[in-house]
């Protein structure tokens, strides 16, 4: 889990440059509070394939300075990280501090409320790195604990807690995933051959990096032209993760005529009994190909506006629609159009760009087909994190006013 381990390197060392800035309060944390918060943290990680649609999360059950249990949320249904905690530590968490990535929960879902399995364990202190997002949470958890006479306090390494969570805290605040947008292109800014051909732009190591983001995503975004062009199957492979599959993101194709073929690999019987399948049109599209593509199991959403005819799938309302259905992060992987469209709209959280050492020449497609004509047009980018991947280049990027449109 290489990217699990990048993760944690990351939170470390933003950790420790967070402990170098002057502070001008005297923290109520010890440094080894910050240890075994760190440790929750890095345990939170071990659900990052997994846990979705519900948070990563982590917890330590620490008793006269040493950890007598660990726990993290596996998957949705499944025991909840404190619950986990408290059976690893046995008797011993009577009288333990629980050290936890996010507040504890306090209602009652597909499983029990973790404030209620707190207290029968006689847990005396409960330190949280963050208030839980979830309206039905959101502060109540530590405030129950509080007023059961529990020692609750919240906020330690809060920003590096939210890193892991940062889909499901945007699904929650704004009813939207978090998106990112991959694009594997040439030094000069190029995505693919004017004929179409793309395959392969970056080396192994990058297509492996591709499959991590792929096993972290909810959901896979992708527009009909890679369809017809590439016939690819965006999934995720135990071979080149690295580690077993134990979840297919979802496929989402945008495709507002329903051109997609039915001879595509992405709308094969084999690929629909591994993931949920969605394409994405308008109700202009020939009601004999939604037919056809629903009965093969595929589920077809149609887009319209008030009445109106859409020409193409609107694209906020496709996001909405992916939170609605409990998707925390999506991933876009499509061509210059519909990548541009989503950039250009505003609708985009994070670019990652695989950018290898080749030049593909002016005839080549660009990155993101965006019609700009005055510089006042073009977007800003903040690089957030660059990478050596093999012999390829990531970039990470921040699209400055990302959220213009999120709300
Ligand atoms: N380098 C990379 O990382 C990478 C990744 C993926 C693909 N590619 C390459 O990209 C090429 C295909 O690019 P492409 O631009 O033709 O395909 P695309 O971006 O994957 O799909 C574009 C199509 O999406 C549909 N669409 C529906 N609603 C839309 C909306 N609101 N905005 C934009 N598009 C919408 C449109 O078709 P309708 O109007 O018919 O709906 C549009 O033509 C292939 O050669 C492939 O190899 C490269």
């Known amino acids: 889990m290489n990217f699990v381990k990048r993760l944690i390197s990351y939170l470390r060392k933003a950790d420790q440059k967070k402990v170098r800035k002057p502070v001008s309060i005297k923290s109520i944390y010890s440094i080894a509070d910050s240890q075994f918060m760190a440790e929750a943290i890095q345990l939170a990680g071990r659900g990052l394939y997994t846990a979705t649609p519900n948070p990563c999360v982590g917890c330590v059950l620490v008793k006269n300075e040493k950890i007598v249990g660990r726990g993290w949320h596996v998957r949705a249904g ?10 690893d530590a046995g008797d011993e968490a009577k009288g333990a501090t629980a050290y936890i990535s996010l507040e504890p929960c306090s209602f009652t879902g597909k499983t029990g409320a973790c404030t209620n399995a707190l207290q029968t364990a006689g847990i005396v202190r409960v330190v949280s ?8 949470v959101s502060g109540q958890g530590n405030a129950l604990l509080r007023a059961a006479g529990l020692d609750v306090s919240n906020g330690l390494m809060a920003e590096q807690a939210a890193v892991l969570n940062r889909g499901f805290i945007k699904r929650m605040q704004k009813q939207l995933p978090f998106v990112s947008c991959k694009m594997a292109m040439s030094l000069d800014g190029r995505s693919a051959m004017a004929s179409g051909e793309s395959q392969w732009i970056t080396a192994p190591p990058a297509r492996q990096q591709v499959q991590q983001l792929r096993a972290s995503s909810c959901a896979i975004v992708t527009g009909v032209g890679t369809v017809i062009h590439d016939d690819p199957s965006l999934n995720v492979r135990e071979q080149n993760l690295g580690a077993p599959v134990e979840r297919q993101p979802a496929l989402v194709i945008v495709d507002s005529q329903l051109k997609t073929p039915l001879s595509a690999k992405v709308v094969s019987a084999e690929m629909l009994a591994t993931r949920d399948v969605y394409i994405a049109c308008v109700n202009t599209a020939p009601a004999d190909r939604v037919q056809s593509l629903e009965a093969r199991g595929v589920k077809v959403i149609t887009f319209s506006e008030d009445g109106e005819d859409l020409s193409a799938v609107n694209l906020h309302a496709l996001l909405s629609y992916l939170a609605s259905h409990e998707m925390n992060h999506v991933m876009i992987e499509a061509g210059p159009t ?9 609708l985009v959280d994070e670019l990652k760009l695989f950018v290898a050492p080749k030049l593909m020449g002016g005839n080549a497609m660009p990155a993101f087909s965006m019609p700009f004509e005055n510089m006042s047009e073009v977007m800003d980018l903040t690089i957030t994190d660059t990478m050596a991947v093999g012999p390829d280049w990531l970039l990470t990027c921040h699209i400055n006013n990302s959220d213009k449109n999120s709300d």
């Open 338 to 346: 519909l990548a541009g469209q989503f950039v250009q709209q505003h």
């Open 129 to 136: 790195a963050m208030e839980d997002p979830n309206p039905k």
């Open 78 to 87: 499944d025991a909840h990280a404190e619950v986990n905690a408290i059976a």
